[in-house]
């Protein structure tokens, strides 16, 4: 594939501060073979006038209710008609207007592709980089000790790509990566920044239940007794940074 379509999927509902910064960032791209769709929960607060300005550079809109967020993404994922698939979710950025043509290039044509995470405030600022460094080698087994490629700087083939487990409320996405992995023959790291994260966002909002969520999955993947040496291994690295670094950052 020398010039792969990527189907690009935001999910949002009631977000019309950030909405905007996400659009721009994917119609501004100079790859062009991309497809953008957009899920909308049936938003009431002006996010649909912001959508609807840029109307013509999305080619797939819906809105309407749903039953949580992996719901709207599985919406998302039915409708992709692309190569591969990134969920970009609102208030989330490339981080420039090359990242997809940086991914096309240095990606190889590898089954799943990935990069790093810079994290930004509400206000764009950029406030570091993730606490996990995106792996040299990635495979179902790279999460096992903490999610190290961020869900918005993992591009993954379609023809891959499961529907999210909707049991899951929080933390879906960490089992459809793994998930996905184990589908993957080959991975490559473009090893540079890919993905502007917004700090905030439910997962972290409802902190307790989405580690219980996480372990949970980490559990059904690897297992009980490996997790619990995995989770103490977790609990080491984490007691070292904030030592080092004073607070933690996904």
């Known amino acids: 594939m020398t010039s792969p379509k990527i189907s690009i999927i935001t999910i949002v509902y009631n977000n019309v501060r950030d909405i905007e910064h996400t ?3 994917v119609i501004n791209q100079t790859y062009t073979n991309i497809e953008y769709i957009i899920i909308d929960g049936a938003s009431t607060d002006g996010t649909l006038d912001i959508i609807h300005k840029y109307r013509g550079s999305i080619d797939v809109l819906v809105s309407e209710k749903d039953s949580g967020i992996y719901d709207a993404m599985n919406k998302g994922l ?3 008609t692309g190569d591969y698939v990134l969920f970009l979710n609102s208030g989330d950025e490339l981080y420039d ?3 997809i043509q940086t991914i096309v290039d240095k990606g190889n044509g590898a089954d799943i592709i ?3 995470t810079k ?3 509400e206000g764009r600022n950029i406030v570091g980089d993730r606490r996990h460094k995106a792996p040299n080698h990635f495979d179902w087994k790279s999460f096992q000790y903490g999610m190290n490629v961020c869900h918005q700087a993992i591009y993954v083939k379609r023809d891959i790509a499961e529907p999210y487990d909707l049991q899951y409320k929080l933390s879906a996405d960490v089992d459809w990566v793994i998930r996905a992995a184990k589908n993957a023959k080959t991975t490559q790291n473009v090893n540079c920044y890919v993905a ?3 700090v905030g966002g439910m997962s972290q909002k409802r902190h307790k239940q989405s ?3 996480r372990y949970a999955i980490f559990e059904k993947h690897y297992g009980t007794v490996q997790n619990w040496i995995n989770h103490g291994i977790i609990a080491l690295r984490l007691i070292k940074h904030r030592l080092v670094h004073g607070k933690t950052r996904e």
Do not use: Q
């Open 97 to 99: 207007n090359n990242t």
């Open 114 to 116: 990935y990069g790093e």
């Open 23 to 25: 659009i721009l960032s």
């Open 211 to 213: 580690l219980k969520e």
């Open 78 to 80: 039915t409708r992709a």
């Open 196 to 198: 502007r994260y917004l």
């Open 119 to 121: 994290l930004v405030d």
